[in-house]
């Protein structure tokens, strides 16, 4: 007989007359890495939220270890052995990871912190879990891989039986996913059951043992790792045939749109983060740089776009005319558009509706900004087309941009830069964290976009959207760029490699 | 379509878990409730009060209200006290709402008055250009006052919250200083008052009187056509579109094209243009001469006026409106019990803090849970059953 770590049965959640839960079953195998999948908006944060404590289902049971148990808030979940590792790490800058992880559970001798005892205790969990955190550095110093680890360390040091990970690969490298993954395998032969919440297919079948697949809220599919294949798991998440693989069309390169020359980026504390690079992107072709993050690949980006200073010496044109010193409003006026990484961050305003955001910088790019008033018609049917054309799903364009999902923002942003006739578009991680049928749309626009005769410069951490999409592939490494002469032949593990050790280590693989 | 796809329930969803409604989508009419929500709860909570002090609770409201309202002669102190409210209001709005932390709008005022006072008094000039000269001594003064925290925040990444509210105590004790050592020459004004003021202004400085017999002033229309001007600029300017957009989110209107750098300079100018030209629409209005320290606590309590209107121009006039009843109620209420006017600063503290409640998400809060209670008896039942 199987023994389930945790089964959730019948739950229901329902918010007002929508229904985020319904009837919604999960049987999770103890020491197994069972995977929740759906696009977003599926319900598997709701889910998830209700047996973290978060939430409360309506109707439906918890049990775990075959005992219902009633799970009120957070606290009770951790008290029960569940522990959640949440997409946004929750860590106070300015501390040590030590009292990071003992945050609102501290060890306690009398009055005192017993760090010494919390010590030997994290030090225990390292060493049987194979984990290698620096308990005294700073958190804001630790990569981003690093610091996730800290959050897996910080939910084992609270006894967690069950560790349920909320897109736990959306910030990482293939490097750093394989280290994840290295690291979840260890806690399974620990005996741990681990929960993962992904719309990342590839990831699913590498490292599940089992499978629920989640779609408006009900589950459309119940089956293990072994028996799945991607088509397969895409019918089953978005309900129609998905394409997978980008269908590239030819290129015909053009006239020269973007040069760069010689350009050197410092970052805010003055270390020289991009050393002299040299780049061309010509219209009609796709230009991919990947590069592991924190290799300068930001900040390039933010010279290119204006957003940072180049510095002495370097230069760079936009079809033929320097644009070094000047700004983003005089770059996009000029016919450079930009899809920024962090869409949430500085893609929209989320407190604002959607035309405010649509607006941004479509009021200069288009001469609007010159005029002392706002044309609200002009800005209405501007947002209008916006939102039809890239499939937006909102109910108007006064509805706040805050109540999207992830991926309609992305296809917000996506949609107001592609609509404004720019001829070079930058875009850093154009479908981070979003789900396949947006992601397969984007790719879709940013394809017929060079076709139609743009230049497009993407930079993106997701290898494989670099390799599916770009006509030439550039390394970053160290600050550096490294063109791939024959980029579009490499294998994802062949790139991977001139990735993490630049040209000198990438030789190894010819 | 019978079904809704996912995305727009997740999206009511979420519209229905964050209510806090953005500038741009506020909604008027639960603005309405809310205001008389507020004003009852806290004259509820304040009967409490003048209970507990041995007055008559009903009495005591009723002079609260009639001080506030019951003849022109009232309602002009009551406009009196709603016009500061007003225009240092619109100071702090047009630096709030784009995430700019003014919060020397006392000091910029009382510059601001003491430019208008002086130039009120050592200049002589015909009616209006000596009032024109006299708001543009008081808004210079105050912009030039908010120059120096703005330069300290860009070149020096110094916070302008510090060093705005360093600059108050400055300014209280500058202006201190400069009237009663240079202006007064070291001596109480021969009439053997204890003020520290300058020299009444020249009649040529005032401005018209709204009522007569009250110090209510045509500073108020100057006051309301401001906030009504700041309202259209938002909303239909370009440049309020962008001061929106900056406050809501700085990183994406950089990105955007927005020069953030230029902007952040002129906002935060102007606000402090706008708060020098409140203390000195202060003088010539209403003391008719520069009077040490005079704004009190209204340099504070602005921004409270300002964040319960939640930074809209249009509910600032409102309660700017019902803070003046209040404060001229308070000086009645002072006049005629034993109550002291702080007994009215606390329901007026009380007012802002149930202003501040969003009543009608809460109404929805609860109302779904009772939902949640509903369904879950019959399905209990059932379970019971099986």
């Known amino acids: 007989m199987t023994e389930y770590a945790l089964t959730m049965t019948g739950i229901r959640k329902t918010f007002g007359s929508l229904v985020a839960n319904d009837d919604v079953d999960l049987y999770v195998r103890l020491g197994t890495i069972h995977a929740v999948i759906g696009e977003n908006g599926a319900g598997k944060s709701t889910l998830m939220s209700i047996l973290s404590g978060v939430q409360r289902a309506d109707r439906g049971t918890i049990s775990l270890g075959g005992r219902p148990v009633e799970i009120r808030s957070p606290t009770d979940a951790v008290a029960h052995g569940i522990g959640m590792v949440y997409q946004e790490f929750m860590q106070y800058p300015?501390?040590?990871?030590?009292?990071?992880?003992?945050?609102?559970?501290?060890?306690?001798?009398?009055?005192?912190?017993?760090?010494?005892?919390?010590?030997?205790?994290?030090?225990?969990?390292?060493?049987?879990?194979?984990?290698?955190?620096?308990?005294?550095?700073?958190?804001?110093?630790?990569?981003?891989?690093?610091?996730?680890?800290?959050?897996?360390?910080?939910?084992?040091?609270?006894?967690?039986?069950?560790?349920?990970?909320?897109?736990?690969?959306?910030?990482?490298?293939?490097?750093?996913?394989?280290?994840?993954?290295?690291?979840?395998?260890?806690?399974?032969?620990?005996?741990?059951?681990?929960?993962?919440?992904?719309?990342?297919?590839?990831?699913?079948?590498?490292?599940?043992?089992?499978?629920?697949?989640?779609?408006?809220?009900?589950?459309?599919?119940?089956?293990?790792?072994?028996?799945?294949?991607?088509?397969?798991?895409?019918?089953?998440?978005?309900?129609?045939?998905?394409?997978?693989?980008?269908?590239?069309?030819?290129?015909?390169?053009?006239?020269?749109?973007?040069?760069?020359?010689?350009?050197?980026?410092?970052?805010?504390?003055?270390?020289?983060?991009?050393?002299?690079?040299?780049?061309?992107?010509?219209?009609?072709?796709?230009?991919?740089?990947c590069g592991i993050a924190g290799s300068g690949e930001n900040e390039l980006v933010a010279a290119i776009v204006g957003l940072a200073d180049a510095e002495k010496g370097s230069r760079i044109l936009l079809k033929g005319e320097d644009i070094t010193a000047l700004s983003v409003a005089d770059r996009r006026a000029r016919g450079m558009g930009y899809v920024p990484q962090d869409r949430n961050r500085m893609g929209v305003n989320r407190q604002g509706s959607l035309w405010e955001t649509t607006l941004m910088g479509h009021h200069i790019a288009s001469g609007l900004f010159r005029q002392p008033l706002i044309n609200k018609k002009e800005a209405r049917s501007f947002s209008q087309d916006v939102v039809r054309n890239f499939g937006v799903k909102a109910q108007s364009i006064n509805d706040r941009v805050g109540a999207l999902s992830g991926g309609n923002v992305q296809k917000l942003v996506v949609g107001r830069e592609f609509s404004d006739h720019y001829q070079l578009m930058v875009m850093e991680d154009p479908t981070r964290g979003i789900d396949i049928g947006a992601i397969e749309f984007i790719w879709k626009e940013i394809i017929r976009y060079a076709a139609d005769g743009a230049g497009v410069l993407l930079v993106s951490h997701e290898l494989n959207e670099v390799m599916q999409l770009s006509d030439r592939i550039l390394v970053m490494h160290n600050g550096s760029l490294l063109e791939l002469e024959n980029g579009r032949d490499l294998t994802e593990k062949e790139i991977g490699l001139y990735m993490l050790g630049g040209a000198e280590y990438g030789s190894q693989v010819q | 379509m019978a079904h809704k796809s996912s995305e727009g329930r997740i999206k009511e969803l979420a519209g229905r878990l964050r209510p806090g409604p953005g500038f741009w989508t506020l909604q008027r009419h639960s603005n309405a409730v809310r205001y008389l929500l507020a004003v009852v709860l806290s004259l509820l909570v304040g009967c409490l009060l003048f209970l507990q002090q041995g007055e008559n609770p009903l009495y005591a409201t009723y002079v609260m209200f009639q001080g506030g309202l019951a003849n022109i002669v009232n309602i002009g102190t009551s406009i009196r006290w709603a016009t500061p409210c007003l225009i240092a209001g619109a100071a702090v709005v047009i630096a709030f709402l784009s995430g700019f932390q003014n919060m020397g709008i006392e000091g910029q005022m009382l510059v601001g008055a003491l430019a208008a006072g002086i130039v009120g008094y050592k200049v002589s000039l015909p009616h209006i250009p000596h009032l024109l000269l006299c708001f543009l001594a008081a808004g210079l003064a105050g912009a030039l006052y908010a120059l120096l925290p703005a330069l300290m925040r860009l070149y020096l990444?110094?916070?302008?919250?510090?060093?705005?509210?360093?600059?108050?105590?400055?300014?209280?004790?500058?202006?201190?200083?400069?009237?009663?050592?240079?202006?007064?020459?070291?001596?109480?004004?021969?009439?053997?008052?204890?003020?520290?003021?300058?020299?009444?202004?020249?009649?040529?400085?005032?401005?018209?009187?709204?009522?007569?017999?009250?110090?209510?002033?045509?500073?108020?229309?100057?006051?309301?056509?401001?906030?009504?001007?700041?309202?259209?600029?938002?909303?239909?300017?370009?440049?309020?579109?962008?001061?929106?957009?900056?406050?809501?989110?700085?990183?994406?209107?950089?990105?955007?094209?927005?020069?953030?750098?230029?902007?952040?300079?002129?906002?935060?100018?102007?606000?402090?243009?706008?708060?020098?030209?409140?203390?000195?629409?202060?003088?010539?209005?209403?003391?008719?001469?520069?009077?040490?320290?005079?704004?009190?606590?209204?340099?504070?309590?602005?921004?409270?006026v300002a964040n319960a209107a939640r930074y809209d121009p249009i509910a600032l006039i409102f309660i700017s409106c019902i803070w003046g009843v209040m404060k001229s109620g308070s000086l009645q209420l002072e006049r005629v019990t034993t109550l002291t006017r702080y007994s009215v600063n606390i329901i007026q503290m009380l007012f802002i803090l149930f202003v501040a409640v969003d009543y009608v998400g809460l109404y929805q809060k609860y109302k779904d849970r009772a939902r949640v209670r509903r369904e879950k008896k019959p399905a209990a039942k059932e379970g019971n059953q099986a």
Not at chain 2, 208 to 236: D, N
């Open chain 1, 94 to 289: 300015g501390l040590t990871v030590l009292d990071n992880i003992l945050m609102g559970y501290e060890q306690k001798k009398g009055p005192f912190i017993d760090r010494r005892g919390a010590r030997k205790r994290l030090g225990e969990i390292c060493r049987k879990y194979c984990f290698q955190i620096p308990l005294d550095s700073p958190v804001e110093k630790l990569p981003v891989a690093l610091l996730q680890q800290v959050e897996i360390v910080k939910v084992l040091y609270r006894d967690a039986r069950i560790l349920i990970l909320d897109e736990p690969t959306s910030v990482l490298t293939p490097q750093g996913i394989e280290g994840l993954f290295e690291a979840l395998r260890n806690l399974k032969a620990q005996g741990k059951t681990i929960l993962i919440i992904t719309h990342k297919l590839k990831e699913v079948l590498s490292i599940a043992d089992d499978i629920t697949v989640l779609k408006d809220g009900r589950v459309t599919g119940r089956l293990t790792a072994a028996e799945a294949d991607e088509p397969m798991l895409a019918r089953l998440m978005v309900g129609r045939d998905v394409m997978l693989q980008a269908d590239k069309l030819p290129c015909h390169p053009g006239e020269e749109l973007l040069r760069v020359e010689n350009l050197a980026v410092k970052d805010t504390v003055g270390v020289e983060r991009v050393k002299r690079v040299n780049l061309t992107v010509r219209a009609g072709e796709i230009v991919g740089i």
């Open chain 2, 157 to 304: 990444n110094i916070s302008e919250l510090l060093v705005t509210i360093m600059l108050n105590f400055i300014a209280e004790f500058g202006t201190y200083y400069i009237v009663y050592w240079i202006l007064m020459g070291g001596t109480r004004s021969n009439t053997g008052a204890a003020a520290i003021k300058t020299e009444d202004i020249l009649e040529s400085a005032e401005m018209g009187t709204l009522i007569k017999g009250t110090t209510a002033s045509t500073a108020f229309l100057f006051g309301l056509i401001l906030l009504v001007v700041l309202q259209v600029v938002y909303k239909r300017t370009v440049i309020g579109y962008e001061a929106v957009q900056i406050g809501q989110n700085m990183e994406y209107a950089r990105a955007g094209g927005v020069n953030v750098v230029k902007r952040f300079f002129q906002i935060f100018l102007c606000s402090g243009f706008v708060a020098g030209l409140c203390g000195g629409m202060e003088v010539c209005g209403s003391y008719h001469y520069f009077l040490a320290n005079f704004p009190g606590n209204l340099g504070w309590e602005v921004f409270m």
